[in-house]
Protein backbone atom coordinates (compact mmCIF):
# COMPACT_ATOMS: atom_id res chain seq x y z
CA UNK A 1 0.00 0.00 0.00
CA UNK A 2 1.07 3.51 -0.62
CA UNK A 3 2.56 4.64 2.79
CA UNK A 4 2.26 8.21 1.22
CA UNK A 5 -1.52 8.23 0.88
CA UNK A 6 -2.20 6.51 4.11
CA UNK A 7 -0.15 9.62 6.04
CA UNK A 8 -1.99 12.23 4.04
CA UNK A 9 -5.10 10.68 5.03
CA UNK A 10 -4.21 10.03 8.59
CA UNK A 11 -3.12 13.66 8.71
CA UNK A 12 -6.58 14.67 7.02
CA UNK A 13 -8.44 12.76 9.55
CA UNK A 14 -6.52 14.07 12.90
CA UNK A 15 -6.77 17.89 11.50
CA UNK A 16 -10.41 17.50 11.20
CA UNK A 17 -10.92 15.76 14.73
CA UNK A 18 -8.79 18.39 16.41
CA UNK A 19 -11.04 21.18 14.41
CA UNK A 20 -14.12 20.00 16.05
CA UNK A 21 -15.64 22.62 19.09
CA UNK A 22 -18.93 21.31 21.41
CA UNK A 23 -22.05 21.21 19.77
CA UNK A 24 -24.36 23.53 21.20
CA UNK A 25 -28.32 22.67 20.58
CA UNK A 26 -30.36 24.67 22.91
CA UNK A 27 -29.30 24.48 26.49
CA UNK A 28 -27.07 21.49 26.37
CA UNK A 29 -23.38 21.22 25.01
CA UNK A 30 -21.93 18.06 23.55
CA UNK A 31 -18.44 18.32 23.51
CA UNK A 32 -16.57 16.68 20.84
CA UNK A 33 -15.17 13.12 20.87
CA UNK A 34 -12.47 12.58 23.48
CA UNK A 35 -10.73 9.98 20.73
CA UNK A 36 -10.76 8.43 17.36
CA UNK A 37 -10.53 4.70 16.08
CA UNK A 38 -8.90 4.90 12.41
CA UNK A 39 -9.48 1.79 10.55
CA UNK A 40 -7.37 1.02 7.17
CA UNK A 41 -9.03 -1.69 5.23
CA UNK A 42 -8.12 -3.71 2.04
CA UNK A 43 -8.69 -2.34 -0.94
CA UNK A 44 -12.16 -2.02 -1.90
CA UNK A 45 -14.29 -2.72 -5.47
CA UNK A 46 -14.12 0.08 -8.15
CA UNK A 47 -17.93 1.02 -7.84
CA UNK A 48 -17.76 0.72 -3.53
CA UNK A 49 -19.68 3.69 -2.12
CA UNK A 50 -19.89 2.65 1.54
CA UNK A 51 -18.59 0.10 4.00
CA UNK A 52 -21.03 -1.99 4.72
CA UNK A 53 -19.27 -5.18 5.90
CA UNK A 54 -20.80 -7.41 8.68
CA UNK A 55 -18.90 -7.78 11.56
CA UNK A 56 -17.36 -10.96 10.23
CA UNK A 57 -16.61 -9.50 7.10
CA UNK A 58 -14.96 -6.31 8.70
CA UNK A 59 -12.33 -8.01 10.81
CA UNK A 60 -11.40 -9.74 7.85
CA UNK A 61 -10.97 -6.78 6.43
CA UNK A 62 -9.23 -4.99 8.75
CA UNK A 63 -5.39 -4.38 8.08
CA UNK A 64 -4.19 -2.05 10.48
CA UNK A 65 -5.98 0.33 13.10
CA UNK A 66 -4.50 3.67 14.85
CA UNK A 67 -5.84 5.77 18.42
CA UNK A 68 -6.45 9.38 18.12
CA UNK A 69 -6.23 11.38 21.20
CA UNK A 70 -4.83 14.52 22.75
CA UNK A 71 -2.04 12.21 23.38
CA UNK A 72 -1.24 11.77 19.44
CA UNK A 73 -2.18 9.35 16.44
CA UNK A 74 -0.60 5.69 18.00
CA UNK A 75 -0.60 2.39 15.72
CA UNK A 76 -2.96 -0.46 17.70
CA UNK A 77 -3.45 -3.75 17.19
CA UNK A 78 -6.38 -5.16 15.21
CA UNK A 79 -7.47 -7.29 18.42
CA UNK A 80 -7.33 -3.81 20.41
CA UNK A 81 -9.92 -2.38 17.72
CA UNK A 82 -11.90 -6.05 18.01
CA UNK A 83 -12.04 -5.70 21.65
CA UNK A 84 -13.10 -1.64 21.82
CA UNK A 85 -16.21 -3.01 19.31
CA UNK A 86 -17.28 -6.22 20.83
CA UNK A 87 -17.27 -4.23 24.29
CA UNK A 88 -19.08 -0.99 23.14
CA UNK A 89 -20.94 -2.03 20.42
CA UNK A 90 -21.68 -6.09 20.16
CA UNK A 91 -22.39 -6.75 23.89
CA UNK A 92 -22.67 -10.15 23.50
CA UNK A 93 -23.25 -10.57 27.79
CA UNK A 94 -26.30 -7.94 27.74
CA UNK A 95 -29.19 -5.98 26.36
CA UNK A 96 -27.58 -2.60 26.52
CA UNK A 97 -27.00 -0.69 23.49
CA UNK A 98 -25.66 2.81 24.79
CA UNK A 99 -24.19 4.57 27.72
CA UNK A 100 -26.18 7.83 28.12
CA UNK A 101 -23.39 10.02 29.67
CA UNK A 102 -25.33 13.70 29.01
CA UNK A 103 -27.83 14.84 31.80
CA UNK A 104 -30.33 15.30 29.27
CA UNK A 105 -30.02 11.10 28.53
CA UNK A 106 -28.70 11.93 25.10
CA UNK A 107 -26.55 9.41 23.35
CA UNK A 108 -23.04 10.30 23.57
CA UNK A 109 -20.49 8.66 21.46
CA UNK A 110 -17.24 10.06 23.28
CA UNK A 111 -14.98 7.75 21.01
CA UNK A 112 -15.60 8.23 16.95
CA UNK A 113 -14.28 5.98 14.19
CA UNK A 114 -12.93 6.97 10.73
CA UNK A 115 -12.09 4.63 7.73
CA UNK A 116 -9.48 4.59 5.18
CA UNK A 117 -9.26 2.03 2.23
CA UNK A 118 -8.05 2.33 -1.38
CA UNK A 119 -9.80 1.32 -4.30
CA UNK A 120 -8.72 -1.15 -6.67
CA UNK A 121 -6.97 -1.07 -9.94
CA UNK A 122 -7.29 2.91 -9.17
CA UNK A 123 -5.49 5.83 -7.40
CA UNK A 124 -8.26 6.83 -5.36
CA UNK A 125 -9.17 6.19 -2.23
CA UNK A 126 -12.18 5.83 0.40
CA UNK A 127 -12.45 7.83 3.74
CA UNK A 128 -15.28 8.04 6.38
CA UNK A 129 -15.18 9.73 9.78
CA UNK A 130 -18.44 9.26 12.03
CA UNK A 131 -18.08 12.36 14.92
CA UNK A 132 -20.49 10.19 17.33
CA UNK A 133 -24.05 11.31 16.87
CA UNK A 134 -22.91 14.82 15.72
CA UNK A 135 -22.32 13.65 11.90
CA UNK A 136 -20.80 11.22 9.45
CA UNK A 137 -19.24 11.70 5.73
CA UNK A 138 -17.91 9.38 3.39
CA UNK A 139 -15.87 10.15 0.02
CA UNK A 140 -14.05 9.20 -2.52
CA UNK A 141 -10.61 11.06 -2.47
CA UNK A 142 -7.54 11.22 -4.77
CA UNK A 143 -4.18 12.60 -3.87
CA UNK A 144 -2.47 14.66 -6.67
CA UNK A 145 1.15 14.98 -7.40
CA UNK A 146 1.45 17.69 -4.69
CA UNK A 147 0.53 15.26 -1.84
CA UNK A 148 -2.63 16.86 -1.50
CA UNK A 149 -5.81 15.45 -0.91
CA UNK A 150 -9.04 16.69 -2.97
CA UNK A 151 -12.24 15.81 -3.11
CA UNK A 152 -13.53 13.30 -5.93
CA UNK A 153 -16.99 12.31 -4.76
CA UNK A 154 -19.47 12.79 -1.74
CA UNK A 155 -20.48 9.50 -1.09
CA UNK A 156 -22.60 10.13 2.15
CA UNK A 157 -23.92 12.36 4.51
CA UNK A 158 -25.43 11.68 7.83
Keep these: MNETAIQAHLQRIEAEWGSL ?4 S ?8 WGVWIRLFAPLPPDADSIGYTYDEMLSRLQAVWFLDEQGLRTQSVWAYHRFVTVHHRQLWCNRLFECSLPTGKIYHQIAEATIAPYQNSSDWYMDYQWGSRYGLGGRLVMDDNGAIHGRDRLWVS
Aim: charged share 15%; no cysteine; hydrophobic share 10%.
Design 26 to 33: GDTSEPPP
Design 21 to 24: GPTV
